[in-house]
Every structure is written in C-alpha cells, then in structure tokens.
C-alpha cells in the first residue's frame, strides 16, 4: 500500500508555478518516497490518484517535484493522450513561461555565433513529425528486488506521442558548429528551490543532436505541449531515454569538452557491458560506467490486467512493445510459464520510434488463475531479459512481463 504520509494533497486552487515551499532533504538525493521497498505486482491499484492542473487523474510518487505516472489503462493505444502522459521533474520550482518573452539562446564555445529563437522563429523553420517514446530511465524501478533508491515508479513512466517541431540540427546550422564541438548541452526554465540543488542540465554527443530525428518540439499529438510536458518546447530524442527530453528549453550550447555537473556524473550511469546496447557517448564513458543512451527492448501487457477477472472462453491478450529505435520484429506470447512461445499480431507501425500493438487471441479453457507472458525481439535481433540486470539506479528494467488473471 503507498501511504500519504509526507506527500502533499493538492487541492484545486494549489499550483505548482513558482512557489517559496521548500523541500527539507536536497532534492538531488531524489531520495525514496514512504513506499514499501518491494511492490508486489498489482500494488499500483491501490495507489494514489491524484489530477495535476490540465491533467486525468494519474498515479502519485511525489507532489514537489511533480511525479506522476499514467495507469496502465492509457497504454491500450498506441497513442498516449496528452492529459494521461506522465510527468516527471528534478526539481520544484517550475515557472509558467510567458511565450511573449521565452526564447531559447543557442551558442557556446563549440559554436561559431550565438542566436535566439522565439516560439515564432522555431515554427518558421521547416517542421518535421515522429510519433517516439518518452521512457523514463527508472520506469519499472519500484520493481527491482533488492530495492534501489529513487522514484519508486510502477509501469507508467513511459508514454508514446506524436511530437511536431523543429530538427535541433536547423537551429545549430544557424550558428555553425566547430569541429571540436563534442557534446550539445541543454537546459530548461524549471529550477531548485535551494541554490545548493544542482541545476538540471544534459547533453548529448554531437552525432546523436544533428540526427534527423532530434526535434525541438512545440506540438504533441496535435495541441500545444502541455505545460507540465515541457511547454512551450522541449528536446525530443527519439530511442534515447527521457532524461534527455529537456522540457521549458531555453539554453543550447555546443560544448568543446565532456559535460561534467551533476545530472551527466554520477547520475543517469549505466555499468559498461552490461546492457547489450549498441548506441555509444563515448566522451562521457569511464572504466566503469557510461551514461545511459539507447531504450531497451520492451513490451507490456495491458489487456488482461493483472489480477483481472475473465470469462471463460475465447479472450485476447493485448499489449505493446517499443525498442530504442530499431523497430520491434515481433512479440511473443507464452501461457504455460514461458515453456512454448506463439507469435503474437503485430497492430499498425507508427514508425521504429513508437509503440507498437500486439494481440493475441487466447481459449480460457479452465477456470481458476491464468498467467500470460510477452516478450518482444527487436529488428536487430536483441530481445527482453528474463533475469533482472541489476544496476545501481534501477535504469532499464526489461524483464518479461507477466499477468496473472481469474478464469472464472
Ligand atoms: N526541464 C526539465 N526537463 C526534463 C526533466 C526535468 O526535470 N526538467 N526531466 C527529464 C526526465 S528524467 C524525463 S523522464 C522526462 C519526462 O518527461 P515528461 O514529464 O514530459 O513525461 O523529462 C525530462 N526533461
Ligand atoms: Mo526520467
């Protein structure tokens, strides 16, 4: 059971702009919540659904920062809707942006010029769309046996959309980037509300931000960002966890050496090797870490929900499965513990970024406790992990998911 103690209730006339509150620990320790150290499967239907401003009802890690993440009934589509996308902050302090005076400052030591863009100046250049996750590293991490510290997230801190706006590359072409420019950093209006709190800034190697694909977005699924969703633009990049996804960005800097504060090292690190990842950042790797880049192949199931109960007969398992950007190739379903697997329909492909359906169609033949599990392969052939890989921060966890349902 999540209990409440130590979060804050809000009421409707509570907004999180700008407030004076303050967080008693340092908010960088991003510390664990009062939740249990291991959550059963099932334990989020017992969480704490609270609505944001502009939001549905989503389930509540924390309320200063904002911590949200979306119930599993939103993943039946492919689509996310943008008042059940999830939200997750660093840190409290989470300015509403004036779109008449926001603009995003573009230079750095690495670049030839400087140059700004209002809201106006990014919609004059040329726009591109891409439907592509928005994963947060720790998704699932509520998960891990042993415990890890951090937000104790469930399945939901993940979300598919379509993202409209400008290629990032468009706007580094209008200040020329020298040939030393190794990493493009990036930062948002949000803030902390302590000045010891670390200022939430990220990078990126410079291959992976003049992508194609790497957008500043000003539109999700057709509307204005939502403002907890980064309003009015924020970095998308597409099969890179959403750490990188900058929200409210308002600083662009080409860098001529690795990143070195806090958000780059220690946090967001993988252990080197363990992850069979093919996406590298190399200036930022040590002996014995890297940042975390690329999203594993994954899969949920959301149709049966766990602990549901069914009518006997004929039923169809449903999910979705996404991967870093290679494409998903297939799914597969087990109902006998993961002895024989049967291939799942793949449903439409929105793009290698996004979510893709699967289905499933199953005879409940006796009543009683049914298990169902998925497991998806990727095009370039790596597929989910039945054993954790344990890591520090609880970062990627892939294992294959598995429901348990009533036959009755
Ligand atoms: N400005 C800002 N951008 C941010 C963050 C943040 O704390 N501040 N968190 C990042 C992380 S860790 C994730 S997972 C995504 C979450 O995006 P969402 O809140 O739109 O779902 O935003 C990223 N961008
Ligand atoms: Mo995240």
Not at 201 to 227: C, F, Q, R
Not at 304 to 315: K, S
Request: glycine share 10%.
């Amino acid at each position: 059971m999540l209990t409440r103690r130590g979060l804050i209730t809000s009421g409707a006339g509570l907004a999180l702009a700008g407030s004076g509150l303050r967080l008693a620990p340092s908010e960088a320790a991003a510390g664990p919540l009062d939740l249990p150290a291991a959550l059963p499967e099932g334990a989020r239907s017992n969480a704490v659904l609270d609505a944001l401003p502009g939001k549905k009802p989503l389930i509540k890690l924390s309320y200063r920062p904002p911590n949200y993440e979306t119930p599993l009934e939103y993943f039946r589509t492919a689509i996310t809707p943008n008042d059940a996308f999830f939200v997750r902050y660093h840190l409290s302090n989470i300015p509403e942006v004036d779109v008449r005076t926001w603009k995003i400052a573009v230079g750095g030591e690495g670049a030839n010029g400087q140059a700004e863009f209002t809201l106006d100046d990014l919609k004059q250049l040329p726009s591109a769309e891409l439907a592509a996750v928005n994963l947060c590293s720790g998704n699932r991490r509520g998960l891990f046996q042993p415990h890890v510290p951090g937000v104790e997230w469930g399945y939901g801190a993940m979300g598919c959309a379509r993202w409209k706006g400008a290629r990032l590359k468009d706007l580094l072409d209008k200040v020329g980037l020298k040939k030393e420019a190794i990493e493009i950093l990036f930062d948002g209006a949000d803030s902390g509300v302590s000045d010891k709190t670390p200022d939430f800034v990220k990078s990126i190697p410079t291959w992976k931000a003049v992508e194609d694909t790497t957008l500043v977005a000003y539109e999700m699924n057709g509307a204005p960002l939502p403002h907890l969703n980064g309003f009015p633009a924020r970095l998308i990049v597409p099969g890179w966890t959403g750490t990188y996804w900058m929200k409210h960005l308002t600083t662009i800097k080409a860098l001529t050496k690795p990143e070195a504060s806090f958000w780059m090292n220690p946090a967001y690190r993988i252990p080197l090797g363990k992850f069979p990842l093919v996406a590298r950042f190399t200036s930022q790797e040590t002996a014995v870490n890297t940042p975390i880049t690329e999203i594993v192949v994954n899969s949920l199931i959301t149709d049966p929900l766990d602990g549901a109960n069914v009518r006997m007969g004929p039923i169809t398992v449903g999910g979705i499965a996404w991967d870093g950007g290679y494409g998903i190739s297939s799914v597969e379903v087990s109902s006998d513990g993961g002895k024989t697997w049967m291939a799942a329909t793949l449903g439409e492909d929105l793009g290698r970024f996004a979510f893709r359906t699967f289905s499933y169609d199953l005879l409940a033949k006796a009543a009683g406790k049914q298990t169902v599990m998925a497991r998806a392969t990727n095009k370039i052939g790596q597929t989910q992990t039945s054993e954790l890989i344990h890591n520090p921060a609880g970062y990627h966890h892939n294992v294959v998911h598995s429901v348990t349902f009533n036959v009755a």
